[in-house]
């Protein structure tokens, strides 16, 4: 039994990246093209978005499809780090016109996380409901 319940979670952090992938194949073109924020230079070498992402996706859904306590409250924190150098202030003696860019990428970026880790979260829970009910006589 413990292994199928194991086996179960995989599948929900596995669909949970699954789902994300195709919604953001999607959202993230829709959403570069109405809030017209051109991309960022390719100067600073970065982990690509979708591994990041696919690997939240795939935690945080195993977490809720296990029905962790405080995987909400983690995830929370995880969005909470991972934006923290979104924050940083450009300098002043930069262009206003950077400055605001430099902020309309952060909330993209907060909004994006967002929804990575609401799918997540919603794919786990419809797991975690389907485990329970599987279980029940």
Sequence with gaps: MEMDKFLFI?????????VGALFFMIFEPWLRRHSRIPPESDEVPKVPAWITGGLERFVFGCAFAAGLDGAATAMAVWLGLKLIPHWQQPSESSERSERILHHHRAFQSLLSGFVSLSLAAAVGEIFRTLLVLSVRP
């Design 10 to 18: 995989s599948a929900a952090g596995t669909a949970a990246f699954a």
